[in-house]
């Protein structure tokens, strides 16, 4: 009696171990080669399904930039409170000169001060709205007065470099929307179906057509079905 594939079963394997079985069965075949194994229709289609579903294996559940997209609103937080907390401070300043300054400019960042406690990206545009009245004339003037001119050049810098970052992540959501609009149970059903016409051509040739490519292919693919 002709060697045959043996039957194997999916149904109780993890996404990981059907996947890795799919990408080691793929490898024999190519090894074997698609000519050899009468399956030259077959292997390419089967070789890109295998793929597909490696990609959502490999698919990453956080985003690379996630923390990165934190710890710069931190920093940003950070820069805004250095700022409105000696604007504060100096309000009690017995020098004049820098009392009327931090008066002048409490008015003027009232409208912000609880921003940090709003949504990320609506904080990029009012800290935006911050730096733009602080950097007019009459501010800057105030700004000066009180040395605080490297802590609002520091402040846009980090505004800036959060938005750096999201439009990272953003970049990240272009890359993941093919993978999240793939069905995965559709997947898998398209993988072992596409494996079991490969299994069925095989055994048939084993049978009608036997060769040693065929019968050492199928004593490999056999030692793998027993060891997954």
């Avoid at 990981?16 to 050899?36: I, P, T, V, W």
């Avoid at 048939?204 to 997954?228: D, G, H, K």
Wanted: hydrophobic share 45%; aromatic share 6%.
């Amino acid at each position: 009696m002709a060697t045959q594939i043996n039957v194997m079963g999916f149904s109780n394997l993890n996404v990981g171990l059907h996947n890795d079985f799919h990408c080691k069965a793929y490898s024999k075949m190519k090894e074997a080669g698609a000519q050899a194994l009468h399956i030259e229709n077959l292997l390419p289609t089967y070789g890109e399904l295998v793929e597909l579903e490696s990609s959502i294996v490999r698919r990453q559940t956080a985003y690379v930039s996630t923390k990165q997209l934190n710890d710069m609103d931190q920093a940003r937080d950070n820069a805004m409170g250095v700022i409105l907390n000696i604007i504060t401070a100096h309000k009690t300043n017995t020098i004049e000169a820098k009392s009327k300054a931090a008066y002048a400019l409490d008015a003027i960042v009232a409208p912000y001060r609880n921003i940090r406690y709003h949504e990320k990206r609506t904080q990029t545009r009012e800290v935006a709205g911050l730096l733009a009245v602080l950097n007019k004339e009459e501010s800057m003037a105030h700004i000066a007065t009180l040395n605080l001119t490297e802590e609002v050049a520091a402040l846009t810098e980090k505004n800036a470099a959060f938005e750096a970052v999201f439009n990272e992540k953003l970049q990240e959501e272009v890359e993941r929307l093919p993978q999240k609009d793939i069905d995965t149970e559709e997947l898998r059903k398209q993988v072992d179906a596409k494996y079991a016409e490969i299994v069925q051509t095989v055994n048939a040739y084993a049978i009608v057509q036997p060769t040693e490519a065929i019968e050492a292919f199928i004593a490999q693919m056999n030692a793998l079905i027993s060891l997954t």
